[in-house]
């Protein structure tokens, strides 16, 4: 099991990224933390006939709040996601949700950019982006777009970007002072990927309570389940309510079968998980 | 002598090299000179006939000094030995048909490993697929893919043995119940895949370091396979091996193969497995399919058994295969009285990876099916588990016991283990807090599961396997023995050195040894350095040696204190020389020979050790020169299999008790244990603290196989499960965080220190404990497991099918 | 070809490899550092984890290159002035190894585990080390000996 040959570049500015990634015409693969695509070199799965490397380029690294969002580089690690004080105040979701990512020297590697540009739909990241409604900043060849994840995820580990294109920022917006928040998995073992995932985000202004709700590993993509929400803004956080949401949510995903578990199996625990998401989410919601 | 070493939980000697990674495994060996790294071509399908090789573009492509394929092992060596009749020829690649995914087809020999596996993405092999068949019952069904054309069909062997008269016990009994079990195939993944270096030497010697771990059976089937004398084919384990569980039991016709790969490449040539490689082709457990019915009173007396078998071997039947089968056969009745057994026994390949010893041989499969089929009897009959176990339960009064298929255990007090437990279970005080469970709509469960754990296999048994009538032929050469054997030998300054021929994996024998030794010579485990690196040319060794079989604890030891207990006596005998008086007068004690009665000068070890060697001529007439000692142990209850099928396949018996408590979640069917309790009777403890090791060691296996592990294929033979990714092995977040461990002795009166083996322990009863449990769990559904693993997926379809049940 | 200098234990080391030379390989191959066990090569088992500029970081999903500048910290380096390391010493004491294949990692891992969760408890114990996979010990004596070392680890109060 070792890599396939490749030629190595590790640039120091974005521009000579996106000069190489045009140069190799599709052939180049980025490399961000590792953590997924040097498993798929060594299986020679991937045989990329270069690599891109971003580690060299420190001001892809950062945790910046601004203007209601908190911007991260797309190579920040996950490791210093999970130690941020700025992520502990604005965003305990994602806290939260970077304790199941792997295992502690995975997230020391592993990088926010590389977990959301490779599109896994049962890994945590794309499931709290989507959740929270945030964007992606994508740079290449003819300049910048930000994505918001439906626009981004297209199907089982693939994403929207073109080529030549690097995702070099993520924007998520704030949470509320008060919003109470859960991520929920199964999985059958610490540290896998989650058979199914759910974060929740929920808070109150005043009498009118805001929901987010996204799944992991019930489909080809994350999921958003607005109609859940729905249900949870407009009768309040009840059990009934999260009930209701919960029985909803069981319906509105479309969940594949895999070696780990069935499609109805799956199609269940999303229900499961979402009642206790919401209802943890409420224990930790303020005001 | 005030203290003794046996029995305390000595500090490993180990530990030191192993926590500052001074280890020496097979991967660290000191460098061979021009040594090159092999890449194994393998099969990407599951069955296909071979139609032609190309190696050209491998064989030119950068760093490759050789390729070998399939057609090279037809020509230069033969297939191995199979332990049954049928024409199988299994040879050390895929010669003339691919018969699973992963079988080596080819082998490339280049500067580097990844050289190596560039050029082997340019081996071409054609292959015309054939179709598939990879469950046992399909396999035997009327036209059914057939993998062997010689065998003609895929059953690779198949006895009836009868013990007793089980067709009376069945037309007697008051109740009869039947059941099918599905066991699944798993393997014990080592952390350290195989590894192999091997080199020609110019005297026509092929010298191989591997980790392999023994059986030696396998070092003379290797040379014939070969074509070599056995004295020019060199064994050589390094002295440590990174796990082993029995699975590095069946690395040696990788030894074969790149044995071949280094005479065509003519430098040496090392091989490491990768993972992805051990998943799909080392080797595992058989999956079985198995029917039970059990016969008995109404008081809960099981007057016999039927057991039906199908055990997948995958491909091909690789020995000790099918052990898979008949390993169990002197304790197949496990702790119970019963005098009648039918066991009908197939031994079927399918297009699946190849098979052979995994933690717990065989038990695992035995006590699963046997203990499930108790709890439904004591269900049937409104009798409590333990209540149903006691009323079967072999007595301490009947020991040594001669079982109905041979079997000679040789000590326990089974009820007394199984009080223990339950004891320390608190038992009734679970089963009032199940009922509250219960009351409030929890799935709470209580499992009971007991097996006889049989240690130190005889290599006898495997005849089994043969017809009665071919056994009886003239020709036939009968089997047996379980043999061991050590050198303990003293230097000048009084040191002691032990020299043994196992091949450890973690067990600790160094430590172990030690403590022996400095028991019998009264001394401290310091002052004993123990080599064990096992080297066919320079140890004593039998065709049974090896670290398997739970071999060591009780056949290694036996070998060690007998060597330890030779020397001393030659000790005393050369004391008693220079003291002048007759050698019953004197004594060997507290370190020291010492007259036994009386003043008068004493000798110690180092005293002694230093005289009769500077001083030949301090021996008495006819001494020999030299203070060392050599012991071999065998036992002498390893008899061949008989005219009526009966063996005793092993040779210490132990025996485990446990219960264990579980919660299923009601809306996940994820399981939760609440508590486990597992009470052993392996004779004297040399080593608590390594005893216990083995123990929750096992256990962890065992959980694994039941919840966890499965190498699981499609129906076109692909392994699914063919990553760490997917094979799912516990981690410290799975493993059971409170188990409670008890021990019971019986000393084994077969050796010299009463001990038996415990290396496979709880391995062979968790399945059974947990799946009673769970069983147990869910009697408000009416569900009882039949199958493992128990996955929260599939425990869920489980159920919900339950519920729907009108 | 590419030029690697990193200092290992504290110890300036360089060698030359083809950029796709997994940094365990190198270690092991090219610095002679076999105290590092390669168990998967796609990051699961965890045996390969080393620490990286003084966090745990697996070796097998890391080019040799990506390590160029960085400083390493094997297991051949936790012993200083010929006495074990007090997590050493745990294991030891604890019966936390049996073939010892998976200890490096497992030493590696729990030593960046107390150093960031100084006082963890056994649940916390499991989830960190549930990065390592072993299949000797049923976890148990591990999980013992880094509770053990945590507290002698502990800075005094």
Known sequence: MKPPKFEYHAPSTLDEVIALLVRYDGDAKVLAGGQSLVPLLNFRLARPAALVDLNRIKSLAYIQEHDGHVRFGAMTRQRTIEFSPVVARRLPLLREATRWVGHLPIRSRGTIGGSIAHADPSAEYPAVLTALGGEVVARGPKGERTLPPADLFETYLTTTLAADEVLTEVRLPAMPEGAGWAFEEFARRRGDFAIVGVAAAVWRDGSRVTARLATAGVGPVPTRLRACEEIVERDGLTDAAIDAAARRASELVEPDADIHASADYRRHLAGVLTARALTRARETARG | ???????????????????????????????????????????????????????????????????????????????????????????????????????????????????????????????????????????????????????????????????????????????????????????????????????????????????????????????????????????????????????????????????????????????????????????????????????????????????????????????????????PTGNFVGPYNFQHLEVDASVVMTNKSLTGPNRGYACGHLYFETEGMMDRLAAKLGLDPVEIRRRNLLQPDQFPY????????????????????????????????????????????????????????????????????????????????????????????????????????????????????????????????????????????????????????????????????????????????????????????????????????????????GRAHWNTESLPDGMEPGLQATAVFGFTVAKAVDAEDRVNSSNTYGFIAEVMAVEVDRQTAAIKILKYVTVHDAGTIINPMIAEGQIYGGALHGLGGALYEELK?????????????????????????????????????????????????????????????????????????????????????????????? | MADVRLTVNGVPREGRCEPRKLL????????????????CEHGICGACTVLVNGEAARACLMLAVQADGAEITTVEGLMKDGKLHPLQEAFREHHGLQCGFCTPGMLLTALDLLRTNPAPSEDEVREGLSAVLCRCTGYHGIVKAVRAAAATLAPPR
């Open chain 2, 1 to 327: 002598m005030s203290d003794r070493w046996i029995g305390k939980s000595v500090k490993r000697v180990e530990d030191f090299r192993l926590l500052t990674g001074r280890g020496t495994y097979i991967d660290d060996h000191p460098p061979v000179a021009n040594v090159h790294q092999a890449a194994i071509v393998r099969s990407r399908y599951a069955h296909g006939r071979i139609l032609r090789y190309d190696v050209s573009k491998a064989l030119a492509a950068e760093g490759v000094v050789a390729v070998i394929t399939g057609e090279d092992v037809a020509k230069e060596t033969k297939p191995f030995g199979v332990g049954v009749t049928a024409p199988v020829h299994y040879y050390c690649a895929a010669t003339d048909k691919v018969r699973f995914v992963g079988e080596p087809v080819a082998v490339v020999v280049a500067r580097d490993r990844y050289l190596a596996e560039d050029a082997a993405e340019l081996v071409d092999v054609e292959i015309e697929p054939l179709p598939v068949v990879i469950d046992v019952e399909k396999a035997l069904e009327p036209g059914a893919p057939v993998l062997h054309e010689k065998v003609g069909t895929n059953l690779a062997g198949h006895r009836r043995l009868v013990y007793g008269d089980p067709d009376r016990a069945f037309r007697e009994a008051e109740v009869v119940l039947r059941e099918r079990f599905r066991f699944p195939k798993y393997g014990s993944t080592p952390i350290e895949t195989y590894g192999i270096i091997a080199r020609w030497e110019l005297d026509g010697v092929c010298t191989v370091w591997s980790n392999f771990m023994g059986p030696f059976i396998m070092h003379p089937l290797t040379a014939r396979v070969l074509g070599l004398p056995e004295n020019k084919l060199r064994f050589i384990v390094p002295p440590d091996i990174g796990g082993s569980f029995g699975i590095k039991s069946s690395i040696y016709p990788y030894i074969a193969l790149i044995a071949l790969a280094a005479k065509h490449a003519g430098v040496p040539v090392k091989w490491i497995e990768d993972r992805r490689e051990h998943l799909l082709a080392s080797s595992s457990g058989t999956d079985r399919v198995a029917y039970r019915e059990v016969a008995a009173m109404k008081d809960g007396t099981v007057l016999g058994m039927r057991y039906k078998w199908l055990d997948n071997v995958g491909g091909y039947i690789r020995s000790p295969e099918p052990g898979c089968s008949f390993r």
């Open chain 2, 402 to 609: 001669r079982t109905p298929t041979g079997g000679y255990y040789d000590s326990g007090d089974y009820p007394a283990a199984l009080d223990k437990a339950v004891r320390i279970a608190k038992y009734d005080d679970l089963r009032r807090e199940q009922a509250k469970a219960r009351a409030e709509g929890r799935w709470v469960g209580i499992g009971v599961a007991l097996a006889v754990d049989p240690s130190v296999s005889n290599m006898g048994y495997v005849a089994t396997a043969l017809d009665p009538q071919f056994r009886a032929k003239p020709e036939y050469l009968p089997k047996s023995g379980a043999v061991d054997s050590a050198t303990v030998k003293v230097d000048p300054l009084g040191r002691v050195t032990a020299i043994l021929g196992t091949t450890p994996q973690g067990q600790g024998h160094q430590t172990i040894v030690a403590q022996i030794v400095a028991d019998e010579l009264g001394l401290t485990p310091d002052d004993v350095t123990v080599v064990d690196e096992m080297d066919t040319f320079t140890r004593v060794w039998s065709i049974s040696s090896g670290t398997y079989s739970s071999r060591f604890g009780s056949v290694g030891t036996s070998a060690v204190a007998l060597a330890a207990r030779k020397l001393r006596a030659k000790l005393v005998e050369y004391a008693a020389h220079l003291m002048e008086r007759p050698a019953s007068d004197v004594e060997f004690r507290d370190g020291a020979v010492r007259p036994r009665t009386g003043k008068g000068p004493s000798y110690s070890v180092k005293d002694l050790a």
């Open chain 2, 713 to 806: 294929y499609d129906d076109d033979g692909q392994l699914l499960t063919g990553t760490f990714m997917d094979y799912l092995v516990p981690t410290a977040s799975e493993a059971p965080a409170e188990i409670e461990i008890d021990h019971v002795v019986s000393p084994s009166p077969l050796t010299p220190l009463g001990s038996k083996g415990l290396g496979e322990s709880s391995s062979m009863t968790v399945p059974a404990v947990i799946a009673n449990a769970v069983s147990d769990a869910l009697v408000p559904l009416g569900l009882r497991i039949t199958e493992l693993p128990m996955t929260p997926s599939g425990l869920w379809e489980l159920i919900r099918s339950a519920q729907r049940r009108p």
């Open chain 3, 24 to 39: 365990v390989d190198f270690l092991r191959e090219d610095l002679e550092l076999t105290g590092t066990h390669v168990g």
